[in-house]
C-alpha cells in the first residue's frame, strides 16, 4: 500500500509539473520580448494559416535603423546566410548551417512567388517566399513554390502547415523594432501535442530567441561601422 502510495504521489506531482509548464511557461516563451500591441497586431502572412493553433510573436529592440536591419532577414537559410543563432547545436543534426557575417548582395534579390529558402542541406524542407517588402516585410510559408503551400498533416513527418513573418519597423531614424511571427498548424493528436509542448517549443524558443538576437548584433555592428 506504501508503495501504491508513493507512486501516486510521484504521479501527482509529474501531472502538477505539466501543468505548470503547459499554462505558465510556454504562454511566456509564445510572446518573448513582444509588447501587447505587438501580439494582438494583425501582421502580414496572418492569413495564410487562419486556423493555426500554435501562434508564436517575438520581438527585440535594435539600435539600427530598419535598412540596415532588413538585409540581415532576407537572407536568411541554409542554402543562403544561416539563421543567426546556435550553428553548433544546428550543425548536430547535420544541418551545415553557417551563420553569414556580412550581408551578400547575391541573397538579397528575391521574388516572391518564385524563390524559397531552405531549412536543411537536402532541400526537402523549403519555405517559398510570400511577401517581399523592404525594409518592412519578409514572409515565408511552408511549401515550394510549385507544390503550393504545405497541408496539415503528420507533425512527426513534417507536415506542417505555417507561415514565419519577419517584420521590422522603425523606431525613430536610428532605432527599429524585429517582430517574427509563426502560425502553425498540424494533425492535433495525442503524441503530436505531447512533442510539441515538451520538446518544439522550448527548441522553438531556443532557436528564435538567438536568432533575434544574432541579427540585432550585426545589425548594429555593420550600423556603428
Known amino acids: 500500500m506504501r508503495r501504491l502510495h508513493k507512486?501516486?504521489?510521484?504521479?501527482?506531482?509529474?501531472?502538477?509539473?505539466?501543468?505548470?509548464?503547459w499554462f505558465a511557461l510556454l504562454p511566456r516563451l509564445r510572446r518573448w520580448g513582444a509588447t501587447p500591441d505587438e501580439l494582438e497586431r494583425p501582421l502580414p502572412g496572418d492569413d495564410l494559416v487562419p486556423d493555426a493553433f500554435y501562434v508564436t510573436t517575438r520581438a527585440?529592440?535594435?539600435?539600427?535603423?530598419?535598412?540596415?536591419?532588413?538585409?540581415?532577414?532576407v537572407q536568411i537559410g541554409q542554402n543562403r546566410g544561416?539563421?543567426?543563432?546556435?550553428?553548433a547545436l544546428e550543425n548536430l543534426f547535420r544541418l551545415d548551417i553557417h551563420s553569414a557575417?556580412?550581408?551578400?548582395?547575391?541573397?538579397?534579390?528575391?521574388?516572391?512567388?518564385?524563390?524559397?529558402?531552405?531549412?536543411?542541406?537536402?532541400?526537402?524542407?523549403?519555405?517559398?517566399?510570400?511577401?517581399?517588402?523592404?525594409?518592412?516585410a519578409f514572409v515565408l510559408r511552408t511549401g515550394a513554390p510549385d507544390d503550393g503551400p504545405q497541408p496539415p498533416g503528420s507533425f512527426f513527418r513534417g507536415e506542417i502547415?505555417?507561415?514565419?513573418?519577419?517584420?521590422?519597423?522603425?523606431?525613430?531614424?536610428?532605432?527599429?523594432?524585429l517582430v517574427i511571427r509563426w502560425r502553425a498548424q498540424w494533425l492535433p493528436t495525442?503524441?503530436?501535442?505531447?512533442?510539441?509542448?515538451f520538446f518544439l517549443e522550448p527548441v522553438h524558443f531556443i532557436m528564435e530567441a538567438g536568432?533575434?538576437?544574432?541579427?540585432?548584433?550585426?545589425?548594429?555592428?555593420a550600423a556603428r561601422g
Open 7 to 21: 507512486i501516486a504521489f510521484t504521479a501527482s506531482a509529474v501531472e502538477a509539473l505539466a501543468a505548470a509548464h
Open 60 to 73: 527585440i529592440a535594435v539600435d539600427a535603423p530598419a535598412a540596415d536591419v532588413f538585409p540581415w532577414v
Open 82 to 87: 544561416g539563421f543567426y543563432t546556435y550553428d
Open 101 to 136: 557575417d556580412t550581408v551578400h548582395p547575391e541573397w538579397q534579390a528575391l521574388e516572391a512567388g518564385r524563390d524559397y529558402v531552405t531549412l536543411d542541406p537536402d532541400g526537402t524542407m523549403k519555405l517559398t517566399v510570400v511577401t517581399l517588402d523592404a525594409p518592412h
Open 161 to 177: 502547415a505555417a507561415s514565419w513573418a519577419f517584420i521590422v519597423e522603425p523606431r525613430g531614424a536610428t532605432d527599429s523594432r
Open 190 to 197: 495525442v503524441p503530436a501535442k505531447f512533442a510539441q509542448a
Open 211 to 221: 536568432m533575434l538576437r544574432g541579427i540585432r548584433d550585426r545589425a548594429q555592428r
